[in-house]
């Protein structure tokens, strides 16, 4: 189901499912970051859900926290996740991925050659070309495969968090046991005409690059 036009960075409240036949494979995602064979090859039949809590903090109200119960079928163990968007690192135990180190951040945009994208200063470090082509993708200014995206949505949200357009947010997780980092942007997206919650995800290691979008579906609030 595309995204409710309240839905925004700045409101994820609900329930969202990720939608497999949007999404690009993930499989060598998963793989960068040590998931095994099994689990990767039964996640495509699993159903993932996301029952997402977002809100300000009670004392500083540019700070915001997002609450996530990821839910996945077929016995496969979720996560829970709790990000405050400042910035700073902080240690999360993942039943998947193991101990991390991560932190979030709202983002907003700027225009170059008359096109607003993210405004982001990358975490990643591949290194050459490498580095060029998944800042690119992640900015939304190409798909998985190198050819032009269209790019994400700009919402009318975010103006207190500074000069720019529109409001995303940027997720950066350093496993140092496992020699891995991924790096996020989320936003939304116009996809077969339907505006959509995406996430753009770039894992690496050992100088090796893996990149996807992932597409998800709202069904509805959170019960």
Request: glycine share 10%.
């Amino acid at each position: 189901m595309a995204a409710p036009a309240d839905a925004t960075i700045k409101n994820l409240n609900g329930k969202w499912v990720m939608d497999s036949t949007l999404s690009d494979p993930s499989d060598s995602i998963l793989a960068l970051q040590g998931m095994s064979w099994f689990l990767r090859k039964a996640l495509p039949y699993a159903t993932v859900t996301l029952y997402v809590k977002e809100y300000p903090d009670s004392s500083d109200p540019k700070v915001y926290h997002i609450d996530v119960d990821q839910v996945i079928t077929g016995g496969i163990t979720g996560t829970k996740e709790a990000r405050t968007l400042d910035w700073q690192e902080r240690d999360h135990k993942d039943a998947i991925f193991g101990t991390v180190k991560g932190r979030s951040r709202f983002l907003r945009a700027r225009k170059e050659d008359g096109v607003a994208r993210p405004a982001v200063e990358f975490c990643t470090k591949a290194g050459g070309e490498e580095d060029a082509r998944l800042q690119k993708f992640l900015r939304g200014e190409t798909l998985i495969d190198g050819s032009a995206s269209q790019g994400f949505e700009i919402d009318a949200v975010g103006d207190e968090f500074g000069e720019g357009e529109g409001l995303f947010l940027q997720n950066f997780v350093d496993n140092e046991e496992s020699k891995w980092t991924a790096e996020q942007i989320w936003g939304f997206e116009i996809i077969n005409g339907e505006r959509r919650h995406t996430r753009r995800v770039a894992v690496t290691k050992n100088g090796k690059v893996e990149i996807a979008r992932l597409v998800y579906s709202y069904e509805g609030p959170v019960e």
